[in-house]
């Protein structure tokens, strides 16, 4: 049984699809990524599978159950970590911990003996005591997360929870993030860092002006491409069209064309070698040819015809 | 509830976290009830103003003694020469009162003026001195009748006749309308009440502002928590946060200032505990329909000066034209001060208190339900 499963869920502010039937599920144990540029409509999708916004159309199915039909207990099972640092600045990271426990259902000794266990995994214990202003960028990301870990919920919905931060402090979340996930939580981890998904994620939807483009593992999504590898050809392109080139789209899809570069995966299974001596043999004057694995931009890029990072 | 307790204890924790709160919350109503209690001492209610007066008692024997006790059951702040300063009067009896006054003779107790005293309270104690010597002489006649002589009066006859009831007493008030409350019995809840407004809506106002644009509420809200057992919690930690001010100043009031209290002291601080409710809940109503915190203090600044001008923070509303009264019954803190002075000042009971807390509760319970109306994320 999934313990997420969004059903074509929609959501209109005014004249603009947020979400436009989006459709996902995901299983105990699984991390599922979400990626897209902002405004995609990540963070409106976690707000309706949270309860924060009520969906104008679809479902939101927690551990089997209608969301909507008892929030309350649908809530329970979840931990949220929002893109903000929603915690008590004046707060000490302790005093933060046991609070978010104690709201999510925790007794009080309960909540203290799961924030000592929390500050313990998080590398927190020594700073404790101290008030989360003044704790570092990397530190008050880990506490954001841990204040959603309490009452250990079986449903992880992490939005863009490394933002901000520098690469150390990162590698270290997604470390977390990976044990929770060994622990058998299920984790929706919205993201628009390609690395982290391609390296965090077991799943991956792409996203992007409210509509799921795609999804599935890294491989799976790579294999639209059409293989394993994608050719860029840098060159000096003047008026000439790939259209009018005999053939060369029965034989490569193009995955993007900008001023003097050209990104194309071979149809079909066929040699590299044969492939790169077509390309520089067009009739436009190469200046270099590079062969790479196709990356999820590249994925993003054939989806959406830009790239993810711009 | 356990939510709410839980919301509302960490409020309050956060709350008091904030140095700036000391200074709103205790100093600065401290110093305006202290210079406002000041500025403002008269004559006030006769039933419990008590003007200072120093006395030299330069006679050994009991009838000095019993003198002074008179001029206290008469209402005087009897002082020692080492606090001649707060005194606004003075009175020397001489060495031989006791052995002249049985004999017979007069004895020629003085009274002596302090430069840069109040004349109002001058007056006072030399009506009160009069009234006393009065007493006095009617107490050694009554004394003389039960002896031979005026030399056998001993101390315990005359602290009997003091102690057993007047045969005729008269009891003056002020005709055709209420007595003005003046000095601290004015200051105190007048300034208690307009800063537990000022306070109580800054702090909910800025709190629910800053809370709703740093994601907290947010991520409130995502919890197992009901927006009711949120709004709630939010009022209940600025509730508490008033009963921590309520509680310090009756202290200061009774101790410092010696504001007569008295047995309505459970009535006082119902009144107040119930009024910090209705602010709380004005509080986290304009955190509720404010967009920034930059604008709630604003807001809420104007909000309250106007609320304490109107009603009778600053001025006794008794002094004022009667669309003044009929202004004050629009605002919370015009009942609520109508309640407090009912109390402090005019010595009325909790029966008299019942129609302003009942309209307290009605102005609570429309800000608590459209404070849970207009509640967003």
């Not at chain 1, 005999?246 to 034989?251: I, P, W, Y």
Request: charged share 20%; glycine share 8%.
């Amino acid at each position: 049984m999934s313990l997420l499963k969004t059903d074509h869920l929609s959501k209109t502010f005014g004249a603009i699809h947020a979400v436009d039937s989006v459709s996902f599920q995901i299983e105990a144990g699984e991390i599922y990524g979400l990626l897209g540029p902002n405004g995609a409509g990540k963070t409106t999708t976690i707000s309706m599978i949270c309860g924060l916004l009520k969906p104008d159309a679809g479902e939101v199915i927690v551990a089997g159950g209608p969301f909507w039909s008892d929030p309350q207990k649908a809530k329970s099972i979840m931990g949220i970590v929002p893109q903000e640092l929603a915690i008590y600045e004046e707060l000490t990271g302790r005093e933060n911990l046991e609070f978010w426990g104690r709201v999510a259902g925790l007794k009080s000794g309960e909540a203290k003996t799961r924030t000592t266990e929390l500050l313990e995994a998080l590398s927190l214990t020594d700073r404790a005591k101290d008030a989360v202003k003044n704790y570092s960028g990397g530190m008050k990301r880990r506490i954001n997360l841990g204040c959603a870990l309490l009452h250990r919920p079986k449903l992880l919905l992490l939005d863009e929870p490394t933002v901000g931060i520098d690469p150390q402090a990162r590698l270290n979340i997604l470390e977390f993030i990976r044990g929770l996930r060994a622990s058998g939580t299920a984790i929706l981890y919205t993201t628009h860092y390609l690395e982290e998904a391609e390296k965090l994620c077991d799943r991956i939807g792409i996203i992007d002006h409210g509509r799921l483009l795609a999804e599935g593992t890294l491989s799976q999504l790579q294999e639209r491409l059409g293989g394993d590898r994608v050719f860029v050809l840098e060159a000096d392109f003047g008026n000439a069209s790939v259209e009018a080139w005999d053939g060369f789209l029965q034989r490569f899809r193009v995955i993007q064309k900008a001023e003097g570069q050209l990104v194309v995966a071979a149809i079909g299974v066929r040699d590299p070698a044969e492939c790169l001596r077509e390309l520089l043999n067009l009739p436009i004057r190469v200046e270099n040819v590079t062969l790479k694995r196709p990356s999820l931009n590249d994925v993003f890029l054939q989806l959406t015809g830009r790239s993810l990072r711009e | 509830m356990r939510h709410v307790l839980h919301i509302g204890h960490t409020d309050l924790r956060l709350f008091l976290k904030r140095k700036s709160a000391y200074l709103w919350l205790f100093v600065v109503p401290f110093a305006f009830i202290y210079l406002m209690g000041t500025a403002m001492q008269g004559p006030g209610d006769p039933d419990n103003h008590r003007a200072s007066v120093m006395i030299d008692n330069q006679d050994t024997n009991f009838l000095s003694r019993v003198f002074l006790d008179e001029l206290g059951a008469q209402g005087m702040w009897v002082l020692s020469p080492t606090n001649k300063e707060a005194a606004a009067r003075s009175i020397r009896i001489p060495s031989n009162f006791t052995s002249k006054v049985l004999r017979g003779k007069q004895s020629k107790v003085s009274f002596l003026k302090h430069e840069d005293s109040a004349e109002a309270d001058a007056a006072i104690i030399e009506v009160r001195l009069v009234r006393s010597l009065i007493a006095m002489n009617g107490h050694i006649l009554e004394a003389a009748t039960h002896t031979d002589s005026l030399e056998t009066i001993n101390e315990d006859t005359l602290r009997k006749i003091m102690a057993s009831p007047d045969p005729v007493a008269l009891k003056a008030k002020f005709a055709g309308r209420k007595p003005v409350p003046s000095g601290f019995n004015f200051s105190l809840p007048g300034n208690l009440v307009m800063y537990l407004m000022m306070n109580l809506l800054i702090f909910g106002g800025a709190t629910i502002a800053s809370e709703r644009r740093n994601g907290v509420i947010k991520r409130l809200m995502v919890h197992p928590v009901t927006k009711f057992e949120l709004v709630q919690g939010k009022i209940y930690g600025l509730m508490l946060l008033g009963v921590v001010q309520i509680l310090f100043f009756l202290a200061v009031g009774k101790i410092l200032f010696h504001v007569n209290l008295g047995a309505n002291l459970p009535a006082v601080t119902l009144t107040l505990i119930i009024f910090a409710w209705v602010a709380g809940s004005l509080g986290v109503l304009v955190g509720c329909v404010t967009a920034s915190e930059d604008r709630v203090a604003g807001i809420c600044v104007l909000a309250s000066l106007i609320m304490a001008a109107l009603g009778g923070c600053w001025w006794p509303l008794e002094i004022g034209p009667p669309v003044l009264k009929t202004i004050a019954l629009w605002v919370p803190t015009g009942w609520v001060l109508q309640a407090l002075h009912q109390l402090i000042s005019f010595g009325s009971g909790f029966s008299a208190v019942i129609l302003p807390i009942a309209v307290l509760l009605a102005f609570g319970a429309a800000a608590n339900l459209l404070a849970a109306r207009f509640f967003r994320h």
